[in-house]
Every structure is written in C-alpha cells, then in structure tokens.
C-alpha cells in the first residue's frame, strides 16, 4: 500500500516537474517478471523514480547498503522495496558480502518480480556511461544456473537522457531497448563462469550506448550543445518527416555526437578548427545576452513576432502577477532548500522534487483556508484551489516568452545602434554553418 501511494505522488510530481517526459518503446517493457532492468545513472535518486512509474509491476531497488543506517531507515527503505547491496568502495580494507543481497534477488526473480538495478555503480551527472560492475550479470547467470526463474531472466536496458537534470521544467527522454536473454549465456557461464559474466557484462554495455547520448569530455559536450543550437534545425531535415518530435532530437544529438567522435578519430584538426570559430561567436553572443536562434530568423519575422508578443505579455501580465503572488513561495523554497542540502549537481533535482512535493500541497492547502476565512463559499474555493496551478504553469510560460523577447528587443536594439557588431556576428554565424555543412557532407561520404 505504501508502495502504491508514493508511486501515485512521484507520478504527479513527475509530471510537474518535466516539461516534456517522453518515452520510447514502451511497449518493450515487461508486464511481470523475472526481469532485471539496467540504467545508465545520471542523476541520482531521479533515475528509479522515472523508470518505476512507467511499470505496472512492483518495482524492487538495488541500492547501495550505506543508506540503510539506521533501524528506521532499514524498516522504511524494506518496506519501500529497497535490497541493500555492499559496495567495496564504501568499505575499503574490509571484506564484502553480499551473498544475502544477491539470495534476496533470487527470490525476487522467483516470485517473477522486477528488479532495478544501476550497474555503474554510481551517479554522475554526465552523458557518458561510466564501467559496468558485473554484479547485474553474475545476479542474472546465478538466478538462471540456481532456477530461480523457470521462465528465464530478462535483462531489460533502459537509457535516460535529460535535457538538463538538474533545471525544473527541463525535458528527459527514456529510451527502452529490447530484453536480453540470460539463458543465451548459460553456455558460456558453464565453461568459465568469470568469462560469461565479463561477456554479458559487454553485451549490456553496447546495448546501453545505443540507448543514450555519449560525449568523451565535457569539451566535446559543450561543443555538442553548440552546434545542437546551430544546426538543429538543418539536421532535422534529413531525419524522416514521421518521427515523434522526442525521437528527433535524440536522433540529432546521438548523430552529432557520432560525427564528432568520427572527426577526433580521423581528422582531429578539424574538430581545433570548428571550436576556434565557435567559442569566440559564442562567448560574444553570451556577453551581448543574445541567444544564436535571433540572429537565424529574418528581420521582418522579428518585428511581427514582437507586435504579436508584445500583446501577449501586456494582455497576459495580470494572470501572470496573480500566478506569482499565489506560487511564488512553493516554488521558490525547493531550490533555496536544495542549495542548502547540497552542493553536488547530481543531487538537486531529486531534493527539489521531495521538497516540492510538499511545499505546493501544504501552501495551497494554507491558501485555501486563508481564502475560506474571508470567502466561506465551497464554489469559489473549489474554483480559487483550481486558479492555483493554473496560474503557475501560465505564469512559468510567460516567463519563458517574456525573455526570448527581451533577447528579441536586445537583437533590434543593437541592431538599429551598432549594424557593424551584428553584421560582424552574423558573418561569423555564417562561417560556422559553412563548416558544418563541409563537416555533414565529409561524414556522409565517409560513411
């Protein structure tokens, strides 16, 4: 009951949270067990929150033994489905025994259940994947040889990519791929037990990257999410016109990132060549607070754009006032209260979420009492209560609109006082495209 009643809340909470929570072959996903579900781990306790609210099925969390220390916690965390593991790295000098966890997941996969698990170990808010432990493949191979499971084990993998983990209203893509059959390693596992571990550790592995957006380096990240912002919209045409919008974007981003991988295999000059062009056009629009997609629109799309906008946020402004009296409070207090907790990035999203969980229920349960003091009408505090979040999304949408047009006005502003300085930036704009369109075409043959 527990169980079904945080999911129901997370759900919700979830739904807030992201602007856009997409994902892809859901139908892969198992309706029972056994199954052991993978995941890359970029962010923290976020990641067995979105991966358990897509399943029908009870959901059985690997999580590392550290936090099981207390008597309370171990009682709530069971009771929240949670099998402690020991990791060597929490204990280093002391010998690890896991064997009552990996019993505890025999069980599990038994009673045909779900388990979760996170095979790097550990989170780190970044799109790569780090090494495989081989624990979820010695789980699965010793469930298999032990019986465990006469309906064999599955291994499902899961890739989780987020726009930005640690930014509210930000976008998060789960990209599903097809179940593995550990039965299909059993071979192996009786020749050399260590080996076939090793080997479906692998195996998990390239089906992993095949699921998520890989950088080396935070450099090549950052040029990554340049030339997302640069030629998005080129790319996007060569992609099939069908394609879910989520699909797309994923689909650029992992081609961008392959090409790139390419260029540093092959032409590594080239790749120096594009960020000597892109880092000072960038830092030049960063300085002016312009953003690249105003200098990419023509001129006249900017001025009916801006009549059109201008209306908007005049006839919006006092919804959006009485959104921001009404939700500024709840919505301020998760990321003061995140700043507090932690400094490590990894860690903000999933302290926002809990706290958020709470401080917009409870305020809006005080706001309406407060209302009903005033107002003692059960119609207009059913129609206030429904204002409340109403007005919040309303309010974070005009936000959004009121500062692309400030970069809108900044654009035309400086335009109409220094031509040179635009015409300067978009004649860099210009060499950049070139080089990428020089780049797409060497690829493309290449391939």
């Known amino acids: 009951m527990l169980y079904f009643l945080l999911k129901q809340i997370v759900r919700v909470g979830l739904w807030v949270f992201f602007r856009r929570f997409e994902v892809r072959n859901r139908s892969l996903m198992p309706k029972r067990g056994p199954l052991l579900i993978v995941c890359n781990h970029p962010n923290t306790f976020m990641d067995p929150l979105l991966v358990a609210v897509l399943l029908r099925q009870q959901v059985f969390f690997i999580t590392k033994g550290t936090v099981f220390n207390t008597p309370f916690k171990k009682w709530l965390l069971q009771h929240m489905n949670m099998i402690p593991i020991h990791r060597q790295q929490d204990a280093p000098g002391q010998t690890v ?224 006032f009485y959104g921001c009296i009404n939700n500024y409070l709840p919505y301020i207090i998760p990321s003061k209260v995140a700043n507090l907790l932690t400094e490590e990035q990894e860690f903000r999203a999933p302290v926002m979420l809990t706290v958020g969980l709470f401080s917009f229920p409870l305020f809006y349960l005080l706001q309406g009492f407060i209302f009903w003091s005033f107002i003692p009408s059960a119609a207009y505090l059913l129609l206030y209560q429904l204002s409340l979040p109403v007005s919040g999304f309303f309010t974070l949408h005009y936000w959004h609109i009121f500062q692309r047009a400030k970069g809108r006005w900044l654009l035309m502003r400086l335009f109409s006082k220094s031509k040179e300085k635009i015409a300067h930036l978009q004649v860099q704009r210009q060499n950049i495209m070139d080089a990428l369109e020089q780049a797409k075409k060497h690829y493309l043959k290449a391939r």
């Open 97 to 320: 025994n896991n064997s009552a966890a990996f019993q505890a997941c025999f069980d599990a996969l038994k009673n045909h259940q779900t388990l979760l698990i996170f095979p790097e170990g550990t989170s780190f808010n970044e799109r790569r994947l780090r090494p495989l432990k081989t624990g979820t493949a010695r789980m699965a191979l010793g469930a298999e040889v032990a019986g465990a499971a006469e309906a064999g084990v599955a291994i499902l993998p899961v890739g989780l990519n987020y726009s930005d983990p640690t930014r509210f209203r930000s976008n998060v893509f789960v990209n599903v791929g097809k179940p593995i059959q550990a039965a299909a390693f059993l071979p192996a596992y009786y020749d050399n037990a260590i080996t076939a571990a090793n080997a479906l550790t692998d195996h998990i592995r390239q089906q992993l990257e095949k699921l998520i957006i890989i950088t080396p380096s935070d450099e090549d990240d950052a040029l990554i999410r340049h030339i997302e912002q640069l030629y998005k919209r080129q790319l996007a045409a060569d992609l099939p016109p069908d394609a879910p919008k989520h699909e797309r974007d994923f689909l650029i981003t992992k081609a961008i990132a392959n090409s790139l991988h390419y260029f540093n295999q092959h032409d590594p000059a080239q790749v120096e060549l594009l960020k000597q062009k892109m880092k000072p056009y960038m830092q030049e629009l960063e300085q002016m607070g312009l953003n690249d997609s105003l200098l990419g629109a023509a001129g006249e799309e900017h001025l009916w754009q801006s009549l059109k906008t201008a209306l908007y946020l005049l006839l919006g402004f006092p919804v959006y």
